[in-house]
């Protein structure tokens, strides 16, 4: 899906619609035995819900039944062995949408006026698109991944694989388990990095360069292109292997992407608090936002916040009226969770977005942002 279709959608979802829209998010799982109790789970979340509806004043009984409806018939054509890691459900009178993401998501219910995002961005903002170059002793292979989904690039596409000329890759192995690297070996590696260098030019993605360590090394001091060469995997003997066998064996490497996207956010947030473009806690950001000045947003994972836009004679202020916590029912306009409404607002002024691990926020109570001016 490209930025704009996945734009659209997310403005689509997010429009206003008769009360209730209800939005479900639950962690899956992608294996057995797991995902087999993951519809159980499922199924005890619908029951759930359906109470609450039920018990909520403001739905009446044959709103409750039409938004359940769609919610079974949703759930009733899932398949629980193409569970990802996550599962986002949409519900209304007369639509469901379901979405398979490849992010852990919480279990949650939220009733509202608007369809709840946070998980699909969020989901978005971690499938980094990446190259995996698999090296060997007479083939280097390229892989182009995003999250999960991970296929290999074919002569047409990409000029590889590239192949040596055989003549180190026949002889016997070394007490390492690879073959001597001789000439052929490294000019290998050269042609590799030179076949690299266009499909750079038309996306900087990260290189996670796969293979032995001596291999690796080699390569590495060959490459001309040491600036993405993201990440190792010191592995040996994937040259032959499957997407679905090559993508569990690169979830390190995927950690290790997804570790760098959080120290840029860190670093471009330390760069606008040194150059007075911050703002610390969702008040402030949300006001940075209103008047479209936020940069890049950068939010915890797990933060949410219930608040309504503060109005004064009907008219929408850059403030936030928070609600006290623990409250279960903080009034009209309250939304369950603000900072969806905060997202939504940075990437309509084309802002960049980053979902951080709990905790690294601490200091700003989980979100800050890097702002324009």
Same mark, same amino acid.
Request: proline letters at 6%; a negative charge.
């Given at each position: 899906?490209?930025?704009?279709?996945?734009?659209?959608?997310?403005?689509?979802?997010?429009?206003?619609?008769?009360?209730?829209?209800?939005?479900?998010?639950?962690?899956?799982?992608?294996?057995?035995?797991?995902?087999?109790?993951? %519809?159980?789970?499922?199924?005890?979340?619908?029951?759930?819900?359906?109470?609450?509806?039920?018990?909520?004043?403001?739905?009446?009984?044959?709103?409750?039944?039409?938004?359940?409806?769609?919610?079974?018939?949703?759930?009733?054509?899932?398949?629980?062995?193409?569970?990802?890691?996550? +599962?986002?459900?949409?519900?209304?009178?007369?639509?469901?949408?379901?979405?398979?993401?490849?992010?852990?998501?919480?279990?949650?219910?939220?009733?509202?006026?608007?369809?709840?995002?946070?998980?699909?961005?969020?989901?978005?903002?971690?499938?980094?698109?990446?190259?995996?170059?698999?090296?060997?002793?007479?083939?280097?292979? +390229?892989?182009?991944?995003?999250?999960?989904?991970? %296929?290999?690039?074919?002569?047409?596409?990409?000029?590889?694989?590239?192949?040596?000329?055989?003549?180190?890759?026949?002889?016997?192995?070394?007490?390492?388990?690879?073959?001597?690297?001789?000439?052929?070996?490294?000019?290998?590696?050269?042609?590799?990095?030179?076949?690299?260098?266009?499909?750079?030019?038309?996306?900087?993605?990260?290189?996670?360069?796969?293979?032995?360590?001596?291999?690796? @090394?080699?390569?590495?001091?060959?490459?001309?292109?040491?600036?993405?060469?993201?990440?190792?995997?010191?592995?040996?003997?994937?040259?032959?292997?499957?997407?679905?066998?090559?993508?569990?064996?690169?979830?390190?490497?995927?950690?290790?992407? @997804?570790?760098?996207?959080?120290?840029?956010?860190?670093?471009?947030?330390?760069?606008?608090?040194?150059?007075?473009?911050?703002?610390?806690?969702?008040?402030?950001?949300?006001?940075?936002?209103?008047?479209?000045?936020?940069?890049?947003?950068?939010?915890?994972?797990?933060?949410?916040?219930?608040?309504?836009?503060?109005?004064?004679?009907?008219?929408?202020?850059?403030?936030?009226?928070?609600?006290?916590?623990?409250?279960?029912?903080?009034? @009209?306009?309250?939304?369950?969770?603000?900072?969806?409404?905060?997202?939504?607002?940075?990437?309509? @002024?084309?802002?960049?977005?980053?979902?951080?691990?709990?905790?690294?926020?601490?200091?700003?109570?989980?979100?800050?942002?890097?702002?324009?001016?």
């Amino acid at each position: 899906m490209s930025d704009e279709d996945e734009s659209d959608l997310l403005a689509e979802l997010r429009r206003p619609r008769p009360y209730p829209a209800v939005s479900l998010t639950l962690p899956t799982h992608r294996h057995r035995p797991e995902n087999q109790q993951d %519809h159980i789970r499922l199924r005890n979340l619908l029951a759930e819900t359906e109470k609450r509806l039920l018990d909520d004043p403001k739905v009446s009984r044959d709103q409750a039944h039409a938004v359940v409806q769609q919610l079974n018939d949703a759930v009733d054509e899932l398949d629980p062995e193409h569970f990802l890691e996550g +599962l986002v459900l949409y519900a209304s009178a007369d639509e469901a949408r379901t979405y398979l993401v490849s992010a852990t998501v919480p279990e949650r219910i939220v009733v509202a006026e608007t369809y709840l995002t946070r998980n699909l961005v969020s989901a978005s903002a971690r499938q980094i698109p990446y190259l995996a170059l698999v090296l060997s002793i007479g083939e280097v292979r +390229l892989w182009h991944g995003v999250g999960y989904e991970l %296929h290999e690039l074919d002569h047409e596409e990409s000029g590889f694989p590239v192949i040596s000329s055989g003549a180190d890759r026949d002889g016997p192995p070394n007490r390492e388990g690879g073959h001597g690297e001789n000439q052929d070996f490294r000019n290998m590696l050269t042609e590799a990095d030179r076949k690299l260098t266009p499909l750079l030019q038309e996306a900087v993605l990260p290189v996670v360069v796969v293979g032995l360590r001596q291999h690796i @090394a080699t390569y590495r001091e060959l490459s001309r292109h040491g600036a993405v060469l993201a990440a190792d995997l010191e592995v040996g003997g994937l040259l032959h292997t499957t997407a679905p066998e090559l993508v569990e064996q690169l979830a390190p490497a995927r950690a290790r992407l @997804a570790a760098i996207d959080t120290e840029e956010a860190t670093k471009a947030l330390d760069a606008a608090r040194s150059g007075k473009r911050y703002a610390a806690g969702v008040q402030d950001c949300w006001q940075a936002a209103r008047e479209g000045r936020v940069g890049h947003l950068v939010v915890e994972e797990s933060l949410r916040v219930t608040a309504r836009p503060e109005t004064v004679e009907g008219a929408v202020r850059a403030a936030l009226v928070l609600a006290p916590p623990g409250t279960e029912d903080p009034g @009209a306009g309250f939304e369950d969770d603000i900072v969806d409404s905060l997202v939504e607002l940075v990437l309509a @002024a084309d802002g960049d977005v980053t979902f951080v691990p709990d905790d690294s926020l601490s200091e700003a109570d989980g979100v800050a942002a890097a702002l324009r001016y």
